[in-house]
């Protein structure tokens, strides 16, 4: 079964443990959101990316869900000797080898997509990694400084100002000219199943769909597309989604992002069981709906959510 994932986050990363231990023998490519990244002391850094290649290739940071294991901070610390800027973002001794080759990749000229297959060949992630482009989009928000507006980087609105100032707008800068990376649409022709991961639907999901070509492709796909509420209960399981939601008008609700993604889009979705009482609202636009636990509190749960997603999946296809 060829299996693709939308994912971000690390939310999207953890998911995709629980799906490759529930259809171990799956065909599994990731189209990864890189709007997050951001350049640092002249290097690239792809969280989204990473988070994926590290957790699915055993060098996660665990308890923090990105970044490495095992980490030292001595080259963060002789940057900070030096009054070098940033210091917000935290820079570990390994995580920064990972950010030095892709660097030095990307200088010689190689496409995001090569590099990240460079860098899998080392973490044997056990999925295809894809970027959603090659091409540079950044998410930057627009903030309230006082009474001036100000963008920043998104990951100076999340990592320096912990989500508190009031976002005003969220903006994909470069996305009209970024193309889907190679191999991304016909990743998507030959699907068998697409799957939304539980990831932020403004940061992570939303840059991916914003991609031209790639909402178009998944509303055109064969194959079903199912996706996971990352909404439990009303409230954000981890990260700042419920402060980004309103800027596209889209309720802090299970079925409010469901209802986001629309019916021309999404054939499924899964609730939380919490958020059982929604799935009539879900239903009723086209899009099949059941309710299931979706906190990812260790692997079996996690893999039973994931197998909830693939037997949706499954229901809808015959339908
Ligand atoms: N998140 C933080 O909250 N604080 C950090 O200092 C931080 C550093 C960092 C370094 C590399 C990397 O790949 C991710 C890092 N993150 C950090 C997480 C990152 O901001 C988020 O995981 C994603 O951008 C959210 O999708």
Not at 52 to 77: C, D, F, K, N, P
Not at 82 to 97: H, I, K, V
Not at 272 to 290: F, P, Y
């Amino acid at each position: 079964m060829r299996i693709v994932v939308l994912s971000g986050g690390i939310g999207g990363a953890r998911f995709l443990r629980g799906l490759l231990a529930a259809v171990p023998t799956a065909e599994i490519t990731v189209i990864g959101n890189t709007g997050d990244d951001i350049t640092l002391h002249g290097l690239r850094i792809c969280p989204d990316l990473d988070t994926v290649m590290y957790t699915l290739g055993g060098g996660i940071h665990e308890e923090q869900g990105w970044g490495r294991s095992g980490e030292t901070y001595a080259v963060a610390e002789e940057l900070a000797g030096y009054g070098a800027q940033p210091q917000w973002f935290g820079l570990g001794d390994r995580d920064l080898a990972t950010h030095i080759l892709r660097s030095q990749l990307l200088a010689a000229g190689t496409p995001l997509s090569a590099v990240t297959d460079r860098l899998c060949a080392r973490w044997r992630p056990g999925v295809r990694l894809l970027p959603m482009t090659d091409d540079p989009v950044e998410t930057r928000i627009t903030i309230k400084d006082g009474d001036q507006l100000r963008s920043v980087h998104f990951q100076e609105y999340w990592v320096r100002l912990h989500a508190k100032p009031e976002p005003v707008a969220v903006e994909l800068a470069g996305i009209a000219t970024a193309k889907p990376a190679p191999g991304v649409l016909t990743a998507i022709a030959e699907a068998d199943l697409v799957l939304l991961a539980p990831s932020n639907p403004v940061v992570s999901v939303g840059p991916i769909l914003a991609v031209p070509g790639i909402r178009a492709a998944l509303v055109d796909s064969a194959a079903p597309v199912v996706g996971l509420s990352p909404i439990v209960g009303g409230a954000v399981v981890r990260g700042m989604a419920d402060k980004l939601l309103p800027l596209i008008g889209v309720p802090t609700s299970a079925s409010g992002v469901a209802l986001g993604y629309g019916p021309e889009l999404l054939d499924g979705w899964l609730v939380d069981t919490v958020d059982a009482a929604e799935v009539d609202q879900v239903a009723v636009s086209g899009i099949e709906c059941r309710a299931v636990p979706l906190l990812m509190r260790d692997l079996p749960a996690t893999v039973a959510m994931a197998q909830a997603a693939v037997d949706l999946a499954g229901q809808v296809a015959v339908a």
